[in-house]
Nanobody
Framework: EVQLMESGGGSVQPGGSLTLSCAASGYSHSSGCMGWLRQGPGKEREAVARIDSDGGTTYAESVKGRFTISKDSAKKLYLDMNRLKPEDTAMYYC?????????????????WGQGTQVTVSS
């Protein structure tokens, strides 16, 4: 059974930084595609970053240059978020695909964590 568990969310002022982590069990992130998605208040869920098995990355335009997705050999996925804006406020989800590959569409992902809240306000 694939389980994904996020951590690292919290409240931060505009311009601040946070790092989200995702621990994966029952999933080989070395061969799969993983990503971070978010859903803000009253908004649809959107993918903000993804990383494939070769380490290739893709970012949504809204976060490009501010967010960095990465993974390590300990089956953890990270999202470094810098220069945070109030519009980045959302529940952030770690997600993984079942082996078909993923782009930046929520429907590309088959497994989801429970989410971690990020709030950016002064």
């Amino acid at each position: 059974e694939v389980q994904l568990m996020e951590s690292g969310g919290g409240s931060v002022q505009p311009g601040g930084s946070l790092t989200l982590s995702c621990a994966a069990s029952g999933y080989s992130h070395s061969s799969g595609c993983m990503g971070w998605l978010r859903q803000g208040p009253g908004k649809e869920r959107e993918a903000v970053a993804r990383i494939d098995s070769d380490g290739g990355t893709t970012y949504a335009e809204s976060v490009k240059g501010r967010f960095t997705i990465s993974k390590d050999s300990a089956k953890k996925l990270y999202l470094d978020m810098n220069r945070l804006k109030p519009e980045d406020t959302a529940m952030y989800y770690c997600a993984a695909d079942a082996g078909w590959g993923c782009a930046l569409a929520p429907t590309d992902f088959d497994y989801w964590g429970q989410g971690t809240q990020v709030t950016v306000s002064s």
